[in-house]
């Protein structure tokens, strides 16, 4: 069975306020072919918000990289790099 890629969402206060409910739904926007090619889940606080000078709420983690500021576009098409399909 082949390694899926993780995907974890913020749920902590801030991101989820920030637009991380949005991204619950993020598996609805990917192309049906990388659906079984992910594992997409919601997890506490990644801990990104605490930096007030940095990168802003919502964060997901696709793989090893942070999005910052993260949409359902800016999610999917991360997704899509890391498993190579753009």
Known sequence: MEK???VRICTGTLCYVMGGADLQVIDEYLPEELLDKVDIKGT?????????DGPKAPFVKVGDKVISEASIEKVVTAIKE?????
């Open 44 to 52: 506490p606080c990644l801990d990104y918000c605490n930096n007030c």
């Open 4 to 6: 899926k890629l993780e």
């Open 82 to 86: 890391a498993l190579g399909e753009e």
